[in-house]
């Protein structure tokens, strides 16, 4: 009975997740789905650049796009990547050659899906020692655990990886891509940010590159009416 018991579990636990899985090829490969993507793209693209926390909008696009029953992000650790400060990096955080700065990488995701990949490299000097505890020993976000820094970012560079339409779309027809009949094949990597975040004092702590995975379209595009 106890084995039984444990294959409906297992069973109960894969119909939970099937539906969320099939959204990942639910958009098919037109100009209307095409152009969806690329609005929706836009749009998160220009809420995290006008907010404090990266974090909290992706919390707040997981809860509206119901991506998970529970619209909560966590940050999975990635482990075995080591990734020193570059000359330039220390110069933005304003810290001299021997100052000490740690790296952290994580996935930051919301139920089964991976919303973004991170590397941040923070001053473990500038934070309380309760921060950098839940840094190194929890799955808490960065954004979380020092949001009582009241932190702001600057992001320096947005990289858009992959355009849904090409180059001039509104002004060469020809140029638009024909519908394929199958499901738009959206790539892994999105777009890219990199940011040096702030104390409320003005202090660097930390500077970060996010790379937004295609999963932050892993529902089904809007219908049309």
């Given at each position: 009975?106890?084995?039984?018991?444990?294959?409906?579990?297992?069973?109960?636990?894969?119909?939970?997740?099937?539906?969320?899985?099939?959204?990942?090829?639910?958009?098919?490969?037109?100009?209307?789905?095409?152009?969806?993507?690329l609005a929706l793209m836009q749009t998160l693209n220009a809420e995290i650049l006008g907010s404090r926390s990266a974090t909290q909008i992706?919390?707040?696009?997981?809860?509206?796009?119901?991506?998970?029953?529970?619209?909560?992000?966590?940050?999975?650790?990635?482990?075995?990547?080591?990734?020193?400060?570059?000359?330039?990096?220390?110069?933005?955080?304003?810290?001299?050659?021997?100052?000490?700065?740690?790296?952290?990488?994580?996935?930051?995701?919301?139920?089964?899906?991976?919303?973004?990949?991170?590397?941040?490299?923070?001053?473990?000097?500038?934070?309380?020692?309760?921060?950098?505890?839940?840094?190194?020993?929890?799955?808490?976000?960065?954004?979380?655990?020092?949001?009582?820094?009241?932190?702001?970012?600057?992001?320096?560079?947005?990289?858009?990886?992959?355009?849904?339409?090409?180059?001039?779309?509104?002004?060469?027809?020809?140029?638009?891509?024909?519908?394929?009949?199958?499901?738009?094949?959206?790539?892994?990597?999105?777009?890219?940010?990199?940011a040096v975040l702030y104390t409320r004092s003005g202090k660097p702590f930390s500077e970060v590159t996010e790379v937004y995975q295609r999963q932050i379209l892993a529902?089904?595009?809007?219908?049309?009416?």
């Open positions: 009975m106890k084995t039984a018991g444990r294959y409906l579990v297992v069973a109960a636990a894969l119909i939970a997740l099937a539906p969320l899985q099939a959204q990942e090829s639910a958009w098919p490969d037109t100009f209307t789905a095409r152009l969806e993507a992706l919390e707040n696009w997981c809860r509206d796009h119901r991506l998970a029953r529970e619209p909560k992000i966590l940050a999975h650790m990635v482990t075995g990547v080591a990734k020193i400060p570059t000359a330039e990096q220390r110069q933005r955080l304003e810290v001299s050659a021997t100052d000490e700065v740690k790296y952290r990488r994580v996935q930051l995701r919301c139920g089964a899906h991976v919303l973004s990949e991170a590397d941040n490299w923070y001053v473990p000097g500038r934070l309380t020692p309760e921060m950098n505890r839940l840094l190194e020993t929890t799955d808490t976000p960065f954004g979380k655990a020092i949001e009582s820094l009241e932190p702001y970012r600057r992001t320096f560079a947005v990289t858009l990886l992959w355009a849904p339409l090409p180059a001039g779309w509104e002004r060469e027809p020809a140029a638009l891509p024909a519908s394929s009949g199958r499901a738009l094949a959206i790539p892994a990597a999105l777009f890219e940010h990199r529902f089904p595009p809007p219908l049309p009416r």
